[in-house]
């Protein structure tokens, strides 16, 4: 096979990989690039919670290193109900890979899990992270610089994490903040809290799809792109953004939706997992949102954690630039098993879930979460449920919502 070949198919996984999850649900039929955006261009809470009779306030958060990130409240329930936060206990959600606030909103609301909290008497906070749509801002940086797109999800975790966790916080009268994190979310979460960040500001973690341990992802798209998503990748593309909606990547999986055979509904499934209990009504709402840019080097991140099978600070190469960033040869690991054993976890994960396996997640419980207090630790395990079902679902909200809540109630004793 030639050069130019073995180039081609790489970049074809690369994109499979990247969008598969966020946008090929039905990527032959998308709208153009820039539609979705222009859909959703008058923010999260006009477009998705204040026509369902909720109010709805946006605030901003600027992060240490100068991100300007946007966050959705919706105070209280529907139709006007409790509408004051005051007292009320907070509860932050944040989304996962190529996705933003909207994760939470997709469905009805009777479905989805922003409007069930907030009806729950709830003070509901919805972050959105860096490089997405209503979050590309910076004191100093246009997001067109190649500057704003140098960060991978451990920025997420130092940066983003703890600015968003302070300022609900401080919102909210210092009341301590329920997290709830799907899939990427959970991954900075659990990077946070083993550093010990913003412990005393939480009352709990529920974590959705949980990613630690990213060895034996069952995806066989996920590895083969794994295999060419490395620094090359980088020139490959010749992105530090990674923008699943602009031409190049657009045209891409547009190509790779028509090939004889593919279907790509078919081929999320094949990439997450086989989702259960999907809704085609909420596909519309999905794809006026999603999929969302994500830097480039993020995805380099992730991919060493599926060669590695580690959970550590993004290496750099080489010796000499990770001594640089962290005055050592190899880039310092993330140790789970030093968040206090004391702190709440809800883990929910499924037997369908490629990305979330259910080996790597047993490898989290059992070995990196082992000393954890028994009566801390809630796991559930859905056998019929994969990755996007517990965002997506149509009855997640009995199967996944109503206990994750429940547990919420244990920590409010």
Same mark, same amino acid.
């Given at each position: 096979?030639?050069?130019?070949?073995?180039?081609? *198919?790489?970049?074809? &996984? =690369?994109?499979?990989? +990247?969008?598969? !999850?966020?946008?090929? /649900?039905?990527? $032959?039929?998308?709208?153009?690039?820039?539609?979705?955006?222009?859909?959703?261009?008058?923010?999260?809470?006009?477009?998705?919670?204040?026509?369902?009779?909720?109010?709805?306030?946006?605030?901003?958060?600027?992060?240490?290193?100068?991100?300007?990130?946007?966050?959705?409240?919706?105070?209280?329930?529907?139709?006007?109900?409790?509408?004051?936060?005051?007292?009320?206990?907070?509860?932050?959600?944040?989304?996962?890979?190529?996705?933003?606030?909207?994760?939470?909103?997709?469905? *009805?609301?009777?479905? &989805? =899990?922003?409007?069930? +909290?907030?009806? !729950?008497?709830?003070? /509901?906070?919805? $972050?959105?992270?860096?490089?997405?749509?209503?979050?590309?801002?910076?004191?100093?940086?246009?997001?067109?610089?190649?500057?704003?797109?140098?960060?991978?999800?451990?920025?997420?975790?130092?940066?983003?994490?703890?600015?968003?966790?302070?300022?609900?916080?401080?919102?909210?009268?210092?009341?301590?903040?329920?997290?709830?994190?799907?899939?990427?979310?959970?991954?900075?979460?659990?990077?946070?809290?083993?550093?010990?960040?913003?412990?005393?500001?939480?009352?709990?973690?529920?974590?959705?799809?949980?990613?630690?341990?990213?060895?034996?992802?069952?995806?066989?798209?996920?590895?083969?792109? $794994?295999?060419?998503?490395?620094?090359?990748?980088?020139?490959?593309?010749?992105?530090?953004?990674?923008?699943?909606?602009?031409?190049?990547?657009?045209?891409?999986?547009?190509?790779?939706?028509?090939?004889?055979?593919?279907?790509?509904?078919?081929?999320?499934?094949?990439?997450?997992?086989?989702?259960?209990?999907?809704?085609?009504?909420?596909?519309?709402?999905?794809?006026?949102?999603?999929?969302?840019?994500?830097?480039?080097?993020?995805?380099?991140?992730?991919?060493?954690?599926?060669?590695?099978?580690?959970?550590?600070?993004?290496?750099?190469?080489?010796?000499?630039?990770?001594?640089?960033?962290?005055?050592?040869?190899?880039?310092?690991?993330?140790?789970?098993?030093?968040?206090?054993?004391?702190?709440?976890?809800?883990?929910?994960?499924?037997?369908?879930?490629?990305?979330?396996?259910?080996?790597?997640?047993?490898?989290?419980?059992?070995?990196?979460?082992?000393?954890?207090?028994?009566?801390?630790?809630?796991?559930?395990?859905?056998?019929?449920?994969?990755?996007?079902?517990?965002?997506?679902?149509?009855?997640?909200?009995?199967?996944?919502?109503?206990?994750?809540?429940?547990?919420?109630?244990?920590?409010?004793?």
């Amino acid at each position: 096979m030639s050069g130019g070949r073995s180039r081609s *198919s790489a970049v074809a &996984s =690369l994109t499979i990989l +990247l969008c598969v !999850g966020a946008a090929a /649900v039905l990527a $032959a039929a998308r709208p153009t690039p820039g539609a979705s955006r222009a859909t959703a261009a008058n923010g999260t809470c006009q477009s998705r919670v204040e026509p369902f009779g909720y109010k709805c306030e946006e605030h901003t958060v600027t992060t240490a290193d100068g991100y300007i990130l946007s966050l959705q409240r919706i105070p209280g329930g529907r139709g006007g109900s409790g509408q004051s936060p005051g007292g009320k206990i907070p509860v932050l959600l944040q989304h996962g890979l190529l996705m933003d606030g909207v994760t939470w909103l997709v469905n *009805s609301p009777s479905e &989805s =899990l922003g409007y069930i +909290l907030a009806d !729950g008497g709830y003070d /509901v906070w919805i $972050a959105n992270s860096r490089g997405t749509v209503y979050s590309r801002g910076h004191t100093t940086l246009s997001s067109t610089d190649p500057a704003y797109w140098d960060w991978s999800w451990d920025e997420l975790a130092g940066e983003d994490l703890p600015a968003v966790v302070q300022y609900v916080y401080a919102q909210s009268g210092q009341q301590r903040v329920h997290y709830v994190g799907h899939s990427l979310g959970t991954l900075i979460a659990f990077a946070a809290l083993s550093e010990g960040q913003q412990v005393g500001m939480l009352r709990s973690a529920a974590l959705l799809s949980p990613i630690a341990y990213l060895d034996e992802v069952s995806s066989p798209l996920a590895r083969a792109a $794994a295999d060419v998503f490395l620094g090359e990748a980088l020139y490959w593309l010749g992105l530090n953004e990674f923008d699943p909606t602009g031409e190049t990547v657009h045209k891409l999986v547009t190509d790779v939706c028509l090939q004889p055979g593919i279907n790509c509904y078919n081929l999320m499934s094949v990439f997450t997992g086989d989702n259960c209990c999907l809704d085609n009504s909420s596909v519309q709402v999905f794809l006026a949102h999603e999929p969302q840019a994500s830097a480039t080097k993020n995805m380099v991140h992730l991919a060493q954690m599926i060669r590695r099978g580690t959970i550590a600070k993004y290496d750099y190469g080489n010796a000499a630039d990770n001594t640089k960033h962290y005055g050592q040869a190899t880039p310092p690991a993330y140790d789970v098993s030093a968040i206090p054993d004391d702190f709440p976890l809800f883990l929910s994960y499924g037997g369908r879930d490629s990305l979330s396996d259910v080996q790597d997640v047993d490898h989290l419980i059992h070995d990196a979460l082992k000393s954890h207090d028994g009566d801390k630790l809630t796991v559930q395990y859905l056998d019929d449920y994969a990755h996007a079902d517990f965002v997506m679902a149509g009855n997640a909200k009995e199967r996944v919502y109503a206990p994750l809540m429940a547990f919420f109630k244990l920590q409010e004793k």
